[in-house]
Each structure stands twice: as structure tokens, then as C-alpha cells.
């Protein structure tokens, strides 16, 4: 079955440290990924995103990804975390031809100063 | 450019009362639309996503229903609220036959009393 997994739920991280949140899928065919960030009480801003090609992606915020089709993994990374990083971020598979998204579970991120 | 509203914001609502929430994209045409429940502590629950008018899938048993009037609205009802209807409720729109990728709205947060 397809599936998403962000196995930390809660990560800490000093502001200035470098970050990376896990991404692991479980998908058949070529993945459509993507990672959203969600600061409390809004909705979801869009990251980045790869459907082919290169496989580390650059995205917004200072962001980028990397795609490892051989450990099924989208990790997320930033070199150095500011504190409004703070938020919640999703990793999402795209469904192939229904427009939908498989989600996980989130990772709420919190920054020390 | 394209933007997404929804609305009310907040709502507090009795238990047995009706719900009606309310999602308007601007600036495309015939997106796919999606109606996303996040309850608290929790991850992104697809409730219902539509491909056109009059085409709306609903993703899990529950009371609560969809409906889409116009190409670029779509409606969250329910008849009678129960407690666990409360949640964050997030509208998102894609483009249809495109690349995937949802952009939110800023969402509702539901309180069912």
C-alpha cells in the first residue's frame, strides 16, 4: 500500500544549527513529493517539489530537498535554521493520476535560540 | 495570480446545528478542488476532492457532505454537527491535468460545542 512516513513527530533544533526532517514513501511508480510547511492556525505553504530530473531540489525559504529513490526517502535540509522556521512541515506523495496526495504525519519543529 | 479564500475563519457551533463552509479560488479555471480536515495533534485528513462540477468523491463515511454551485466554489455542509466534527478544516485547489501540486487556503477552525 502507499504510504508516507515522517518518523520524528516533535525535532529541537538551535537556531542556527543545520536541520533535516526525514521522509520515507512507499509508492510503486515514479513519485510526485512534496514537502509544505504549516506555521499554528494557517494552512499549508508550499516547500518545494520533484517529479523528475535533478534530485536535489531548491525551494523556497532556503529550503532543498534531495530524492533517493534507492532508500525512498525526501529529506528535507536547511544549512542554518532562523527561528521562524518554527512550524509544522508535511512531506506529500502525489498520487498518480487522481490529483491527490498522500500526507504524513507531520513534524512539528522547534528552535531554540 | 491565483488565490484561495475560505470562511468563515472561526466558527463555534452546538452540537445538532448545521454546518455550511465555504471555499472560492480566483484567478483559474476548473481546478480541482480538495476539502482536508486536521484535527487537533493530528495529520491532513482528505474529506472530499472534486474534478468538476457535479464530480465529487468523498474520501471517508462520515456527516458531512460537499458541493460545488460554481466551477471555482466549493461547500463544506453538514446537517448536524457532532463533537468530533471539530478541526481545522483546509480548503485546496490544484490545476487540473497539471503538475500536482495543492496550494491551501487559509483554512476554518471549527468548534463544535
Known amino acids: 500500500a502507499q504510504s508516507v512516513t515522517q518518523p520524528d513527530i516533535h525535532i529541537t533544533v538551535s537556531e542556527g544549527a543545520s536541520l533535516e526532517l526525514r521522509c520515507n514513501y512507499s509508492?510503486?511508480?515514479?513519485?510526485?513529493l512534496f514537502w509544505y510547511v504549516q506555521s499554528p492556525g494557517q494552512g499549508l505553504q508550499l516547500l518545494l517539489k520533484?517529479?523528475?530530473?535533478?534530485?536535489l531540489v531548491q525551494g523556497i525559504k532556503g529550503f532543498e530537498a534531495e530524492f533517493k529513490r534507492s532508500q525512498s526517502s525526501f529529506n528535507l535540509r536547511k544549512p542554518s535554521v532562523h527561528w521562524s522556521d518554527a512550524a509544522e512541515y508535511f512531506c506529500?506523495?502525489?498520487?498518480?493520476?487522481?490529483?491527490?496526495?498522500?500526507f504524513g504525519t507531520g513534524t512539528r519543529l522547534k528552535v531554540l535560540a | 495570480s491565483q488565490t484561495i479564500h475560505q470562511w468563515p475563519a472561526t466558527l463555534v457551533q452546538p452540537v445538532g446545528s448545521p454546518l455550511s463552509l465555504e471555499c472560492t479560488v480566483e484567478?483559474?479555471?476548473?481546478?480541482?478542488l480538495y476539502w482536508y480536515r486536521q484535527a487537533a495533534g493530528r495529520g491532513l485528513q482528505l474529506l472530499f476532492y472534486?474534478?468538476?462540477?457535479?464530480?465529487i468523491s468523498s474520501e471517508v463515511p462520515q456527516n458531512l457532505s460537499a458541493s460545488r454551485p460554481q466551477d471555482r466554489q466549493f461547500i463544506l455542509s453538514s446537517k448536524k454537527l457532532l463533537l468530533s466534527d471539530s478541526g481545522f478544516y483546509l480548503c485546496?485547489?490544484?490545476?487540473?491535468?497539471?503538475?500536482?501540486?495543492?496550494?491551501f487556503g487559509p483554512g476554518t477552525r471549527l468548534t463544535v460545542t
Open positions: 472534486s474534478i468538476g462540477i457535479d464530480q
Open positions: 509508492y510503486g511508480a515514479t513519485p510526485y
Open positions: 485546496a485547489w490544484s490545476v487540473t491535468g497539471g503538475s500536482y501540486e495543492q496550494y
Open positions: 520533484y517529479f523528475s530530473g535533478d534530485t
Open positions: 484567478g483559474t479555471s476548473n481546478p480541482n
Open positions: 506529500a506523495v502525489g498520487v498518480s493520476g487522481t490529483y491527490k496526495y498522500i
